[in-house]
Structures are given as structure tokens and as C-alpha cells.
């Protein structure tokens, strides 16, 4: 009997991979060429052995899902909705605080924003799980930086086409007032929002599995922050069936202490750690049962 095999893939997407220049598209009447917005280094390659892992393991694998980073670009997470002292633009990567905004360093450029930015950062900080970063805007909704890797979505389309089934898409951050890291909940559910909620049907269908691989970008923000929510919501006795694959996920730049105390906290937790290599019999095999 066939073995549940399920590849989680967190966001694949343009705006996150260091794509080379054959990958680019041309500009589009008076736009200007496009780039990712905010490429990791090393995720093309990771989106490339991802790509090879579903072609190479397609018969073996029982379910593939993959998330989507879906923002507007009003975000409080964007730096064009801030600005400084002076009302002039913020740098992206700029790290914001409650403290920060009460003394005026900086401020949401919508001035009836304050009130819930400051509920939102307030609460966030009380979770003690991330600071408010400003990122630069991307994965908006509709954009070339929002679709997947050109490679991935390839190899996911022929499985489909061969098992005759459907990728899982998992949509999160289009609520502008929170970061949505996490595929399993924002970092500050929105009571009004069940978007932000946690995802119970995602972990239903994830829980549905006898092995969960693991992999996407980046491995310091969104992989980690879906994995520890993955986890906590887990059979702590089960963690076994839960396997990061390292060679298929990368760090933001500046982050790489972040992901490796994320990586040696889910080992010391039980999860597997692994490379697409490793697992490649593992698909193989169960293709034959």
C-alpha cells in the first residue's frame, strides 16, 4: 500500500528567488524591466532541486502543496507605507517599534493608521516572536513577483497532469494589518479576519500524512515561522514525520543565525533533517508499492 508522501512547498515565488537573466521577462511597454523584489540568495538553485525532486520522486509522492505570499501593496509590512520624522520615505529592511512610533521616529504615512499600528505592534511585541520589519513591496497580488518559480510550477503541472490531481495553493498576508510569515497563522490573528485565523483544513490535510517534506523560502522567516506553528499544533510523539530538506531552503541575507538555531531547535525536537537525495528512495520505493 502507497505511502502518504506530501511535499510542502513555502512560497516558490519570483520575488523571493535570485533569479539569473534568462529567467527575467522583458519589459512590457513603458515598464520597466522586472526583478524579483526580494531575492534570497542561493533560492533559485534550492527552486531547481525542488523542481528535480518532484520530477525525478512524481510517482512516489502522494499530495504536493505549496503557499503563497499574497500581499497588497498597502501593507503594514511594506516600507512605502511608512515614513520618517520628516515625512520622508523609509529605507526597506528598516525595523520598526512601538517605541519607535510613539516617539515619532516613524510613522504610518495614513495618519488614521496610528491607533491600530500601534495596537498591532504592541501585540506582536507582546509575542515576542519578530519585530516589525518594513520590508521592500512584493508578492503583490497579480504580479509577475507573486507567480512560482517558472521551474517548479513546470514540475507540478506534469504531476498533476500524471496523478491526476490538484496542487494544494495556500494563500496568506493579503490582511494588510498584520505579517503573515506563517501559513498556519498570522503572527497577529485579526478577530475580524478568519484569513489570519489559525488554518485548522491545512493541518487536517498535512496531519493526513504519513511524511511531510519540508522546503521553500526563506528558511529564516516563512519556512521557519510555518513550521514552528506546524509543529506546535502536532503530535509531539509524531514529529518524526516532519523533514526539513536544508538544500532546499535559504535565509534571508543578515538572518543566517536565525535559521540555524531554527533548524538545531526542530532537530532537538525530533524533526528530520535531510537533503533532497535523502529522500529520493524513499519516493522511488513507494512509486513501486
Known amino acids: 500500500m502507497k505511502r502518504n508522501l506530501h511535499l510542502l512547498v513555502i512560497d516558490p515565488q519570483n520575488d523571493f528567488c535570485d533569479l539569473p537573466a534568462d529567467y527575467l521577462p522583458p519589459p512590457v511597454g513603458a515598464n520597466a524591466a522586472l526583478a524579483p523584489a526580494l531575492p534570497v540568495t542561493g533560492a533559485h538553485a534550492d527552486m531547481l532541486r525542488v523542481a528535480d525532486l518532484i520530477r525525478s520522486g512524481q510517482d512516489g509522492l502522494a499530495a504536493i502543496s505549496i503557499t503563497l505570499d499574497s500581499h497588497h501593496r498597502f501593507d503594514v509590512a511594506h516600507s512605502s507605507f511608512w515614513m520618517d520624522a ?49 520590508w521592500p513591496v512584493h508578492c503583490e497580488i497579480g504580479s509577475w513577483g507573486h507567480n512560482v518559480h517558472a521551474d517548479v510550477r513546470a514540475a507540478y503541472n506534469a504531476w498533476e497532469d500524471s496523478a491526476l490531481g490538484m496542487v494544494g495553493k495556500i494563500s496568506k498576508g493579503s490582511n494588510p494589518w498584520t505579517e503573515h510569515y506563517s501559513a498556519v497563522q498570522a503572527e497577529v490573528p485579526d478577530a475580524d479576519d478568519d484569513s489570519t485565523q489559525v488554518n485548522q483544513a491545512f493541518l487536517s490535510l498535512l496531519r493526513g500524512s504519513d511524511q511531510v517534506y519540508i522546503s521553500g523560502e526563506a528558511g529564516s522567516h516563512c519556512v521557519r515561522a510555518t513550521t514552528e506553528h506546524i509543529v506546535a499544533n502536532w503530535d509531539p510523539r509524531q514529529l518524526s514525520q516532519l523533514v526539513l530538506l536544508t538544500d532546499c531552503m535559504s535565509p534571508v541575507t543578515g538572518f543566517d543565525a536565525q535559521y540555524d538555531d531554527f533548524v538545531r531547535d526542530m532537530r532537538a525536537r525530533g524533526l528530520q533533517i535531510a537533503q533532497a537525495a535523502d529522500i529520493m528512495p524513499e519516493l522511488l520505493a513507494n512509486a513501486r508499492r
Not at 495614513?110 to 511585541?125: G, I, Q
Open 86 to 134: 520628516q515625512q520622508g520615505a523609509i529605507n526597506p529592511f528598516t525595523q520598526i517599534t512601538a517605541a519607535d512610533v510613539r516617539q515619532g521616529k516613524y510613522l504610518p504615512r495614513k495618519a488614521s493608521a496610528l491607533p491600530r499600528v500601534l495596537a498591532y505592534l504592541d501585540a506582536l511585541e507582546a509575542a515576542g516572536r519578530y519585530t516589525l520589519m518594513a
